[in-house]
């Protein structure tokens, strides 16, 4: 289980994320909305200390975090029960696929290298990229270049993978492979919080949908009822921007 209690973050004067509460058991799928500068990927990269909130408890199964005065053995501990799926990748461009997905593997947990190889390549597989295991990220595509990033979030084994727009940076075409491999993963009962601006996708793969305005949550419950019959009149404008088929509008 995942619990936020009043996660709070500024940057300088101005009040980024006005207190959260979020709950996500295991195996639920939460997807969070909202407009650009609502503080979505703000709470998100919180969750796991890319961001420090200024105020807040953060607890992943037994082990809580007190955001005001975290040591540095908290920080790491909190880190190692997530994973992070970028927008941008961020893979490391002088290693292949597989080289990206053995790193976290080696480096941070420890595994011994033909260990960490033989359970690399199982995921590349999994997510489509067996034949791409050599291959650097100049000469991958932006859909195989995120593959590898969830490879890579996968091969750490944690408690919640958390995805930062994974398909924003992507090109439409590249767009469905992504999501895809992400359905799989919904499947198999792995704990995940996604902030997308896919709508048909939140639908179809959220049990839970969080909308986010101004660093407050205005409405949270499932797909039918957040899509189907919001509550709040900011929610329903911000649906309204959006076609029947989850696409954005101009």
């Not at 936020?4 to 909305?33: N, P, W, Y």
């Not at 067996?130 to 996968?154: E, N, T």
């Amino acid at each position: 289980m995942i619990k936020l209690t009043q996660i709070k973050k500024s940057f300088g004067r101005h009040q980024v994320l006005k207190g959260i509460d979020l709950t996500v058991e295991k195996g639920q799928v939460v997807a969070i909305l909202g407009p650009s500068g609502s503080g979505k990927t703000t709470l998100l990269r919180c969750m796991n200390y890319l961001e420090r909130p200024s105020e807040g408890e953060i607890t992943i199964d037994e082990f809580t975090l007190n955001c005001r005065r975290p040591s540095k053995s908290d920080i790491h501990e909190l880190r190692k029960k997530s994973a992070m799926v970028f927008q941008q990748y961020n893979l490391f461009r002088h290693k292949t696929a597989l080289e990206n997905v053995m790193e976290g593997l080696v480096i941070v947990q420890k595994v011994p290298k033909e260990q960490a190889r033989v359970r690399s390549i199982e995921l590349l597989e999994k997510v489509g990229l067996g034949s791409k295991l050599d291959s650097y990220p100049s000469q991958l595509s932006g859909g195989q270049q995120q593959r590898v990033g969830i490879a890579r979030a996968l091969a750490l084994n944690p408690k919640v993978i958390l995805f930062d727009e994974p398909t924003s940076s992507l090109d439409p075409e590249l767009v469905g492979e992504v999501l895809s491999v992400i359905r799989k993963i919904a499947k198999e009962g792995i704990t995940m919080i996604i902030v997308t601006h896919e709508m048909g996708f939140a639908q179809e793969v959220a049990g839970h949908v969080i909308f986010i305005d101004d660093g407050v949550i205005v409405e949270r419950g499932t797909p039918n009822e957040l899509f189907g019959s919001p509550k709040e009149e900011r929610t329903k404008q911000f649906l309204k921007r959006f076609t029947p088929d989850g696409v954005y509008s101009i």
